[in-house]
């Protein structure tokens, strides 16, 4: 069990390795190496900030989790975004995986694949695993995706896993701190237009269901994702599709949980 605080992984200029630290009030303090965030989720350390502070605007937040053992998705998970894409509401939830390579941190950059010319965001409310497969806490992602490999593939494992694909953090917010998960507003902003605004309300699988669904043949570990899915007002729901290019910056915004904001890059 933990007290609500905020986990995030960063690195300095005067640091050989990242450092796990809890962030408040504009500042962040270490307690653990690299990999503490997923080590005290999991019950292996104790999350004691005695360590030095930094500034945030001294540091560079890296994926609050580097290596999560798995990483889970969602899709077609909100009413509104269903309907903008013309598909039947699912019965029960469409689930995928990203691949590791996926994972990158808050500020990316997210790299457009020569192979895709449909390159779309979707922010996302990140669940993250503790001990036992419960919800730990949560993060703030964006499930990139290709859509023409997406449609022209059986599987989305080119269309949803590229590498890149999962910028995800600033940090872990534990689930402590979120009075209300499935009352959350989500915005996002391409270039500073506003694209998605909407809320975690709208899921249509909400968060045990999803957990549950998952859990029943699958064993959720310690650091593990799930992307809950997203909500109306990607790239290819606009006439005509306003699809990511290269220079392009994301900011996505989950109330609560921060913000991460990242640009596309050349591939």
């Given at each position: 069990?933990?007290?609500?605080?905020?986990?995030?992984?960063?690195?300095?200029?005067?640091?050989?390795?990242?450092l796990s630290g809890?962030?408040?009030?504009?500042?962040?303090?270490?307690?653990?190496?690299?990999?503490?965030?997923?080590?005290?989720?999991?019950?292996?350390?104790?999350?004691?900030?005695?360590?030095?502070?930094?500034?945030?605007?001294?540091?560079?937040?890296?994926?609050?989790?580097?290596?999560?053992?798995?990483?889970?998705?969602?899709?077609?998970?909100?009413?509104?975004?269903?309907?903008?894409?013309?598909?039947?509401?699912?019965e029960r939830p469409?689930?995928?995986?990203?691949?590791?390579?996926?994972?990158?941190?808050?500020?990316?950059?997210?790299?457009?694949?020569?192979?895709?010319?449909?390159?779309?965001?979707?922010?996302?409310?990140?669940?993250?695993?503790?001990?036992?497969?419960?919800?730990?806490?949560?993060?703030?992602?964006?499930?990139?995706?290709?859509?023409?490999?997406?449609?022209?593939?059986?599987?989305?494992?080119?269309?949803?896993?590229?590498?890149?694909?999962?910028p995800f953090g600033?940090?872990?917010?534990?689930?402590?701190?979120?009075?209300?998960?499935?009352?959350?507003?989500?915005?996002?902003?391409?270039?500073?237009?506003?694209?998605?605004?909407?809320?975690?309300?709208?899921?249509?699988?909400?968060?045990?269901?999803?957990?549950?669904?998952?859990?029943?043949?699958?064993?959720?570990?310690?650091?593990?994702?799930?992307?809950?899915?997203?909500?109306?007002?990607?790239?290819?729901?606009?006439?005509?599709?306003?699809?990511?290019?290269?220079?392009?910056?994301?900011?996505?915004?989950?109330?609560?949980?921060?913000?991460?904001?990242?640009?596309?890059?050349?591939?």
């Amino acid at each position: 069990m933990f007290f609500a605080m905020k986990l995030a992984t960063f690195s300095t200029p005067g640091q050989d390795q990242p450092l796990s630290g809890v962030v408040d009030d504009g500042r962040v303090t270490a307690f653990g190496g690299p990999d503490g965030v997923r080590e005290a989720l999991a019950g292996e350390i104790a999350v004691e900030p005695g360590g030095e502070s930094f500034d945030l605007a001294d540091v560079t937040l890296l994926a609050p989790i580097r290596r999560p053992g798995t990483v889970w998705a969602i899709g077609l998970n909100y009413r509104r975004h269903a309907e903008e894409a013309g598909a039947t509401l699912p019965e029960r939830p469409l689930l995928f995986l990203k691949a590791a390579p996926s994972v990158t941190g808050p500020s990316g950059p997210v790299v457009h694949p020569q192979a895709t010319r449909e390159l779309d965001y979707e922010g996302e409310l990140a669940l993250v695993i503790g001990q036992g497969g419960t919800v730990a806490g949560y993060c703030v992602a964006d499930d990139v995706s290709a859509r023409d490999l997406q449609n022209q593939e059986a599987l989305w494992v080119r269309g949803k896993g590229a590498d890149t694909f999962c910028p995800f953090g600033p940090w872990v917010t534990t689930a402590e701190e979120i009075e209300d998960p499935e009352a959350l507003r989500l915005r996002t902003w391409v270039n500073g237009e506003l694209r998605q605004d909407s809320s975690t309300s709208d899921l249509i699988f909400g968060i045990g269901e999803i957990v549950d669904f998952i859990a029943a043949t699958c064993t959720l570990a310690p650091g593990d994702l799930i992307l809950t899915g997203t909500p109306s007002g990607v790239a290819i729901g606009f006439d005509p599709p306003k699809f990511l290019k290269v220079g392009d910056r994301i900011r996505i915004e989950i109330e609560g949980l921060g913000a991460i904001e990242h640009a596309v890059a050349g591939g």
